[in-house]
């Protein structure tokens, strides 16, 4: 059973969906490229995603694509496209990033500007039920007050909620800049303005744009309904963005919003917060070009518990490397023993020896913990141990990471000729000659594994 911590009732508690499991993840803003703080929210999601796979709960994956807000058109305006074709661009490109670093794409990919009458129908049923208003500049406002439960996910206090002065995360919140009655009150319908150039569609209060918010409620009901399993985020989008969606899509419908709420923390580079200013907001691009490949990144950044900042640096990502080749050489050596060992890396069997990284995965989904079992498992297992490669083809599955293909190797005659006569050593209790054979197969490069009955040589890794 997967268990998991809920912002919303800060414990950590089983996920027992009724059905097919409803899993809505808060995606990218596509003005840019991605940077590495993106992906490890988005690559603890897909760890969580595959878990789900294998304990048969059926996930059913949405990740919405905000392809319409102030950054876009602001951003297409200065490169002198129009909207779709700058998003586009960019959508593209961190589809790309995606794939590279092993995300399973989402079930349903939705975006912001493919669902505007959506969002005017929202918007229109909380004009009916007074949580909403028109503002002095004709813009549609929610109206806070009128949701008593307002800051129930995130806690709240009063002063937080008269100035928005700070998210989650306690980073700047950039306020709406237009007439409303209350500061806490945010906008749902943005009316028309000179700078928006081209980018308007018409509703029933004029030309205008919806709101960041309101485009997560409005998808996130249409693909998976009122009262969803699971909703997912950066801890930074807890307050406002997770509050706000709370407020519109339960102030619309009566009915909750989501049964539990999935956030990971914030990461960290050099112990410092990722900025333009200091030159440490990295994208995988950059860190490709240093030399790290897309599955080192991906190991780094899932090696950290969602709920912990995680510190990223070069020697961890160093590391990462190292840990990867140690694996792929524990997976030839196996791949060797079995003659012929599976390739890929779809899951074919259950988690065999590795129970325990099974567990620290169920476990709040504890990456540190599983990885740290992958490697106490392996450094223990007997040789001929059963059930190795198809329980390793299992995790590595459920880590993302990529299956090592298997290698042809052949075993020279004279090698296997001292590993028989070292074999034989042993047997009749000549144990210096049997240790003075096994050095010499390992300056040649090879080494042996005993079993009951037998010996395999094996290639050194590395």
């Given at each position: 059973?997967?268990t998991?911590?809920?912002?919303?009732?800060?414990?950590?508690?089983?996920?027992?969906?009724?059905?097919?499991?409803?899993?809505?993840c808060?995606?990218?803003?596509?003005?840019?490229p991605?940077?590495?703080?993106?992906f490890?929210?988005?690559?603890?999601?897909?760890?969580?995603?595959?878990?789900?796979?294998?304990?048969?709960?059926?996930?059913l994956?949405?990740?919405?694509?905000?392809?319409?807000?102030?950054?876009?058109?602001?951003?297409?305006?200065?490169?002198?496209?129009?909207?779709?074709?700058?998003?586009?661009?960019?959508?593209?490109?961190?589809?790309?990033?995606?794939?590279a670093?092993?995300?399973?794409?989402?079930?349903?990919?939705?975006?912001?500007?493919?669902?505007i009458?959506?969002?005017?129908?929202?918007?229109?049923?909380?004009?009916?039920?007074?949580k909403?208003?028109?503002?002095?500049?004709?813009?549609?406002?929610?109206?806070?007050?009128?949701?008593?439960?307002?800051?129930?996910?995130?806690r709240?206090?009063?002063?937080?909620?008269?100035?928005?002065a700070?998210?989650s995360?306690?980073?700047?919140?950039?306020?709406?800049?237009?007439?409303?009655?209350?500061i806490?009150?945010?906008?749902?319908?943005?009316?028309?303005k000179?700078?928006?150039?081209?980018?308007?569609?018409?509703?029933?209060?004029?030309?205008?744009?919806?709101?960041?918010?309101?485009?997560?409620s409005?998808?996130?009901?249409?693909?998976?309904?009122?009262?969803?399993?699971l909703?997912?985020?950066?801890?930074?989008?807890?307050?406002?963005?997770?509050e706000?969606?709370?407020?519109?899509?339960?102030?619309?419908?009566?009915?909750?919003?989501?049964?539990?709420?999935?956030h990971?923390?914030?990461?960290?580079?050099?112990?410092?917060?990722?900025?333009?200013?200091?030159?440490?907001?990295?994208?995988?691009e950059?860190?490709?070009?240093k030399?790290?490949t897309?599955?080192?990144?991906?190991?780094?950044?899932i090696?950290?518990?969602?709920?912990?900042p995680?510190?990223?640096?070069?020697?961890?990502?160093?590391?990462?490397?190292?840990?990867?080749?140690?694996?792929?050489?524990?997976?030839?050596?196996?791949?060797?023993?079995?003659?012929?060992?599976?390739?890929?890396?779809?899951?074919?069997?259950?988690?065999?020896?590795?129970?325990?990284?099974h567990?620290?995965l169920?476990?709040?989904l504890?990456?540190?913990?599983?990885?740290?079992?992958?490697?106490?498992?392996?450094?223990?297992?007997?040789?001929?141990?059963?059930?190795?490669?198809a329980?390793l083809?299992?995790?590595?599955?459920?880590?993302?990471?990529?299956f090592p293909?298997a290698?042809?190797?052949?075993?020279?005659?004279?090698?296997?000729?001292?590993?028989?006569?070292?074999?034989?050593?042993?047997?009749?209790?000549?144990?210096?000659?049997?240790?003075?054979?096994?050095?010499?197969?390992?300056?040649?490069?090879?080494?042996?594994?005993d079993?009951?009955?037998?010996?395999?040589v094996?290639?050194?890794?590395?």
């Amino acid at each position: 059973m997967i268990t998991l911590y809920n912002t919303a009732t800060r414990a950590v508690e089983p996920l027992r969906p009724e059905g097919r499991l409803r899993f809505y993840c808060c995606g990218p803003t596509v003005y840019g490229p991605a940077h590495i703080g993106n992906f490890r929210t988005f690559l603890l999601q897909d760890v969580l995603r595959r878990l789900m796979e294998l304990e048969g709960l059926e996930p059913l994956h949405v990740r919405n694509i905000t392809d319409v807000d102030d950054k876009t058109i602001r951003g297409a305006q200065e490169s002198q496209q129009s909207l779709s074709a700058f998003t586009q661009k960019w959508t593209q490109s961190f589809e790309a990033d995606c794939q590279a670093l092993g995300l399973l794409p989402p079930h349903v990919e939705p975006k912001a500007t493919e669902h505007i009458p959506e969002m005017i129908a929202l918007i229109a049923q909380l004009l009916e039920r007074g949580k909403a208003y028109v503002g002095g500049d004709g813009s549609i406002y929610f109206r806070v007050k009128a949701f008593l439960s307002y800051g129930k996910l995130s806690r709240l206090n009063r002063s937080a909620l008269q100035t928005q002065a700070e998210n989650s995360d306690q980073a700047p919140n950039l306020a709406d800049e237009y007439d409303r009655d209350c500061i806490a009150d945010f906008a749902l319908w943005k009316a028309y303005k000179a700078e928006d150039g081209a980018v308007f569609w018409e509703s029933p209060w004029g030309r205008g744009r919806p709101g960041w918010h309101i485009e997560c409620s409005a998808m996130s009901m249409k693909y998976l309904g009122t009262n969803m399993d699971l909703h997912a985020g950066g801890i930074d989008l807890c307050f406002p963005h997770h509050e706000n969606e709370i407020a519109q899509s339960e102030g619309a419908t009566g009915q909750p919003c989501a049964q539990k709420w999935f956030h990971s923390a914030h990461l960290q580079v050099d112990g410092q917060k990722m900025s333009k200013s200091l030159g440490n907001k990295y994208t995988l691009e950059d860190l490709q070009a240093k030399g790290y490949t897309p599955d080192a990144v991906r190991y780094a950044l899932i090696s950290g518990h969602y709920r912990q900042p995680l510190n990223f640096t070069f020697e961890a990502l160093q590391a990462a490397q190292g840990a990867l080749k140690r694996l792929e050489g524990h997976v030839h050596s196996y791949q060797q023993l079995a003659q012929t060992g599976p390739t890929g890396h779809e899951p074919s069997a259950p988690w065999g020896p590795f129970e325990a990284v099974h567990e620290a995965l169920c476990e709040d989904l504890n990456t540190p913990k599983a990885l740290g079992a992958l490697f106490s498992t392996l450094n223990t297992l007997d040789a001929q141990a059963s059930g190795v490669l198809a329980g390793l083809k299992t995790v590595f599955y459920a880590l993302g990471l990529r299956f090592p293909k298997a290698e042809s190797v052949v075993v020279p005659a004279e090698i296997q000729a001292l590993a028989q006569a070292r074999w034989e050593a042993k047997l009749k209790g000549d144990f210096a000659s049997a240790d003075s054979l096994r050095q010499q197969l390992l300056a040649a490069g090879w080494k042996v594994k005993d079993g009951p009955s037998g010996f395999t040589v094996l290639a050194v890794q590395g």
